[in-house]
Structures are given as C-alpha cells and as structure tokens.
C-alpha cells in the first residue's frame, strides 16, 4: 500500500492550489481516504476526508467552503483543491487512508492506518 502525494510549492495569499495523491495496492471503492496537515509547531490534523464507498465528504472548519476532496477512481488518484489560501494553511500536507472502515468522518476524527509522505504548502508573499 502505498499513497504518494504531490503539488505542493509556494503560493501568494488569495491564490489556489491543487494537490494530488496517487494510491497504489487498494483500490478507490471503499475506504475513506484524505488529507490531513501539520503545521509548524502544530498537532497534525484532518482537514479533508472523503468515503470512496458513497462519495460523503468531512472537511474541518478551518477549510470549509475553500478547500474540495475529490478523487479519480480510474486513475487512482485523490485531489485536494485548495482556494483562497491564506498564510494559516502554510504547513505540509499529508495524504492518508483508512482501509478498514469508509466513514470520512471517522478518518478525519480518529485518524488513519495508512500514511503517505508530505508535500509542503507554503503561503506568503
């Protein structure tokens, strides 16, 4: 199992930013997957999930209404857009997956059985 993420790089504030995450070893129609960041001196925490069995989605209120978890079953692929970024996202962003059950909710509460590695997201001007 393996989940790889990518697209992070510096962004002034206001702009956008899409992340992409490429799963390989399981596939996307049943568990919840998503996205998850930590930012310096910061707890890591569970910004955008997403059940790949009905397509529910959880976003935390720091992202509501900016951020979008979606994902390409064909491709393997999970994205995160990221709009009206703000220097509070600056932090590296991780991608996660939970195999063992698909509620996006619980991934984002409970946290995940899979880890990918991080990309950073740096917002400044």
């Known amino acids: 199992v393996q989940l790889q993420a990518f697209g992070g790089g510096l962004v002034q504030p206001g702009g956008s930013l899409r992340l992409s995450c490429i799963v390989s070893?399981?596939?996307?129609?049943?568990?919840?997957i998503g996205w998850f960041r930590q930012a310096p001196g910061k707890e890591r925490e569970g910004i955008a999930c997403?059940?790949?069995?009905?397509?529910?989605?959880w976003y935390s209120d720091s992202v509501k209404g900016r951020f979008t978890v979606s994902r390409d079953a064909a491709e393997n692929t999970v994205y995160l857009q990221m709009e009206n970024l703000s220097p509070e996202d600056t932090a590296v962003y991780y991608c996660?997956?939970?195999?063992?059950?698909?509620?996006?909710?619980?991934?984002?509460?409970?946290?995940?059985?899979?880890w990918g590695q991080g990309t950073q997201v740096t917002v400044s001007s």
């Open positions: 070893g399981f596939r996307l129609d049943f568990p919840a």
């Open positions: 997403l059940s790949t069995w009905n397509d529910i989605t």
């Open positions: 996660a997956a939970d195999l063992t059950h698909s509620s996006s909710y619980a991934l984002g509460h409970d946290g995940p059985t899979n």
